[in-house]
């Protein structure tokens, strides 16, 4: 049976964010959208509700009462990499990193920009460990291999592919690989939650900023235990052995600072701090993950993002930054993270709702009435929410989300948008 959620009318502002829209678009196209959204929405449900509460007791008592699982461990192992990171982290010094560790648990504490940060937490994990990266003592490091992936290039394809496709460069071909990897690889990500926030489930965009997050952690991980060589040295320095005193090349980016007069992408890569990164490609795991999940979101447009996805793949092998190698692994690893999160957390669009604020409940996992893979629904039977889908405050009756349980919400802060029906009580 679906129930839908309580309301709580002094805290109700799905709509807090139309009178903010751009002055370029017309007064009369702004009340169109503003009288749709309020022609759709349903005043008995509070789901898609921003949580606007500024009162650090009601963490603690979200606290106490949330029922804690295996799934938690996850916040464990994002304290543990933050902690290391920033004991290795050498710049900038000790009072801007306590200065930000306090702002990152001020913003756990507060309800209304938990709701916010607390998805973003495994983003801001990776960032962090990322850059602490270039601080690890190389004696700390394995060996970096040089030779594995081109062999294994030649072994599954026959031939050096990235080589094959960086053979013959023009004008043309230098812009068409700059635009998704040095362009729309770094904007895509907001752009797609903005479109999310307002056209998918509520729960939508804190399921992807978990899996994103989650993606990019397991993916640098790997990176820094099996260092492998991209294809930039391999033309720089053949199969000689490298060591971690070797600064980063932009490759084919170089060509394009020199056509625009910049100095952009020459010191970003000479100065990245994991040089050695080639495999998996996190270039291709986050078109994979996005398309994936836009794919959920918007299953007309499969042909579109699989075409950015060969596009990105192609413009990282022509730049000289991967081998097709590298693109299958990163393309794996955002698959299997992806099919675990739908499998088990991500909330299904459902026919006729159009807006976030169509949604009167959630439907999580996978649809039963679908036939095709589900690579992560190891189980018969319905999936219990958990952390993924952000705390909502129910549990699940033929994959359906409904009122039960208030603990969990109070914590996870539903979908960055709901309230719990505990507080609507108070």
Known sequence: MKKSFASRNDTYVPLSWLPSLPVIIPHRLRRKLRSRIRSRQSPSTSLSALETSLSPADTIRSLRAYRWSFYDVQYLILTILGIFSLCVIESPGPIFKTLV??????????????????????????????????????????????????????????ANISNILSAHKNTFLDIMAWLPYGIIHFGAPVVWCIIWFIFASPGTVPVFAKAFGWMNIIGVTIQLLFPCSPPWYENMYGLAPANYSIKGSPAGL??????????????????????????????????VMESLFMCHVFPRLRPFFAFYVLWLCWATMYLSHHYAVDLVGGGLLAGVVFYVAKAKHLPRPQPGKMFRWDYEYKEVGEDPTEQGYALADFGNGPHDADDWTIGSSSSISSGSISPVDDSHSLWEGETLASHSDSEAKR
């Not at 913003?107 to 998805?119: E, H, N, V, Y």
């Not at 602490?132 to 003592?137: K, L, Q, R, Y």
């Not at 056509?259 to 998996?280: E, I, K, N, W």
């Open 254 to 287: 170089a060509r394009i600072d020199e056509l625009f007069g910049v100095a952009l992408y020459t010191p970003t890569f000479t100065g990245s701090p994991m040089v050695f990164g080639a495999f998996p490609s996190l270039h291709a795991g986050s078109a």
């Open 101 to 158: 560790s306090t702002l990152v648990i001020a913003s756990l504490i507060i309800p209304a920009t938990r709701q916010f940060f607390l998805p973003f937490l495994p983003i801001a994990t990776w960032l962090t460990l990322f850059y602490a990266c270039g601080f690890i003592p190389g004696d700390w490091r394995p060996p970096i291999w040089v030779r594995v992936l081109p062999t294994l290039e030649n072994v599954f394809y026959g």
